[in-house]
């Protein structure tokens, strides 16, 4: 079969589409899914750069999210046949041709959803919904800000917060970027390069009970200052540095929490699990797509040929939402 294969670490050019070995057949509990279009996700980028190596015994091969059709079912697996059209997480080797998934982590592409732009749900799906809602508690009548709104997981992340009834406040880096975000459902747009968050969010809506954050250690000092009472700090990512002081007096004044959470390392079962979030997202989340209250939002899609094109669109001041590889025809 084909996929993305490293050249080494470093930029954009090092990933080739090439022939690699075929993939065994399904083991237990698993299928495999000829997939049609791929997720490009920031852990990508920093797979490619070297700087965030795979689970042990995970293909290397780039990719966690995936949408396609089932080729094969492995032993044990219940309620999917070949053929089904599906969106999947994985912790690894989305980049390809086929790729073997855990029956766990499968979902059904959602009713008005076509085939290829379901790839863009999955991880961003299950990061949104596994932080805000399962972690956090997010409900109607309350305040979400998200920093990075213009992104795949901000995109997403507007729509499962309105569709909730609560308030929502992004940060992003451009006007065109605030603009999709009302159009989105975002009530409150604040400029990152200009606008002061902690003063917005606190004067509009008296602190954030929920802040959904991309960005760490920079940020950590301004987002605890904004959170209202009882709110809840998720931090996703570490986009301005892993290390910083954390104010536990002001912590302990509001009642605060801070939750620092992973997607790809979770198990796949048990508590806390993947396929926990999963069920999750089919029994509560599925239906809001279905009803289109939450849809996926795809900036580009980009052949896999040109895999060396999609990686820097992430970070484009034009790119608002998801970039997707097309790697076959639905």
């Known amino acids: 079969m084909f ?7 470093g930029g954009p050019e090092v990933m080739k589409w090439a022939q690699v070995d075929d993939l065994p057949a399904p083991g237990p509990g698993e299928v ?3 997939v049609v279009a791929a997720g490009v996700n920031r852990a ?3 797979q490619r750069q070297g700087l965030y190596p795979p689970p042990p015994g995970v293909s290397d ?3 966690l999210e995936v949408s396609g059709t089932i080729a094969a079912v492995g032993a044990g697996v219940e309620g999917w046949r070949p053929g089904d059209a599906v969106c999947a997480l994985l ?13 766990t982590q499968l979902l059904p592409v959602p009713d008005g959803v076509s085939l290829t732009a379901a790839a863009a749900l999955p991880e961003a799906a299950a990061t949104v919904w596994s932080n805000i809602v399962m972690a956090a508690g997010l409900r109607a009548g309350q305040t979400l800000l998200i920093h990075g709104g213009g992104s795949g997981i901000g995109t997403h992340a507007i729509q499962v917060g309105r569709a909730l009834g609560a308030r929502v406040a992004v940060t992003a880096g451009s ?3 605030l603009d999709r975000c009302r159009e989105l459902g975002a009530n409150t747009l604040i400029n990152y390069r ?6 917005v969010v606190t004067e509009e809506y008296g602190g954030a009970d929920v802040i959904l954050d991309i960005m760490g250690a920079g940020y950590l000092p301004r987002n605890v200052e904004a959170l209202a009472e009882g709110g809840d700090l998720t931090i996703i990512g570490l986009q301005d540095g892993a290390v910083a002081e954390l104010n536990l007096g002001l912590m302990l004044f509001k009642r605060a929490s801070v939750h620092v959470t992973n997607l790809r390392r979770r198990p796949e079962v048990g508590p806390g699990s993947k396929a926990e979030i999963i069920a ?19 900036s580009a899609e980009v052949p896999v040929v040109d895999v060396a094109e999609a990686h820097p669109l992430l970070d484009s001041g034009e790119t608002v939402g998801k970039v997707l590889l097309t790697i076959r025809e639905p």
Do not use: C
């Open 44 to 46: 990508d980028i920093m």
């Open 280 to 298: 999750e997202l089919r029994a509560k989340l599925w239906p809001l797509i279905a009803e289109g209250a939450v849809t996926p939002v795809v």
């Open 194 to 199: 200009d606008g002061d968050f902690v003063r």
């Open 3 to 9: 996929a993305v294969t490293l050249e080494g670490y």
């Open 32 to 34: 495999a899914v000829d």
């Open 91 to 103: 912790a690894g080797g989305g980049y390809a041709e086929r790729a073997n998934v855990p029956a």
């Open 175 to 177: 006007s065109f970027k």
């Open 61 to 63: 091969i780039l990719g």
